[in-house]
């Protein structure tokens, strides 16, 4: 499945487990959540699944920003509609990942932890 994210949702942390490869979590319209940050922290095992996020399709928000992890350093691109994932390879329980939108059409990365990539 999937989820679509709303204002209701704004300020949560939300807890992704392992098992879920095709399930794909959707950003509110950026615009009429300024200021809200969304937490997603992975509770699986470590490989255990592909966490998915994306801008919300319809709206051509972007997500901008960067993760670091020792010598890892990945930068999110901002292109309109583009996804971030913790990927099944690289994922650790416990990574985490905090948007806040930003502008009208921008989620930004205000926290990390592990390795995400665009």
């Known amino acids: 499945g999937a989820v679509s994210l709303d204002a209701s949702d704004c300020g ?3 807890s992704v487990t392992a098992g879920v490869d ?7 319209e950026a615009s009429t959540v300024l200021g809200c940050p969304l937490t997603f922290i992975y509770s ?3 490989g ?4 998915d996020i994306t801008p919300l399709d319809s709206d ?13 350093v990945v930068t999110f691109s901002g292109t309109a509609d583009s996804n971030v994932k913790l990927t ?6 416990g990574d985490t990942i ?3 939108a930003i502008t009208a059409a921008m989620w930004g990365v205000t926290a990390c932890q592990g390795i995400w990539a665009n």
């Open 12 to 14: 949560k942390t939300m």
């Open 44 to 46: 699986g095992a470590d």
């Open 48 to 51: 255990g699944a592909l966490v």
């Open 60 to 72: 051509a928000d972007g997500i901008e920003g960067g993760c670091t992890l020792a010598a890892s």
């Open 88 to 93: 099944k390879a690289t994922g650790l329980t």
């Open 98 to 100: 905090t948007l806040t």
């Open 22 to 28: 095709t399930f794909l979590i959707t950003l509110p």
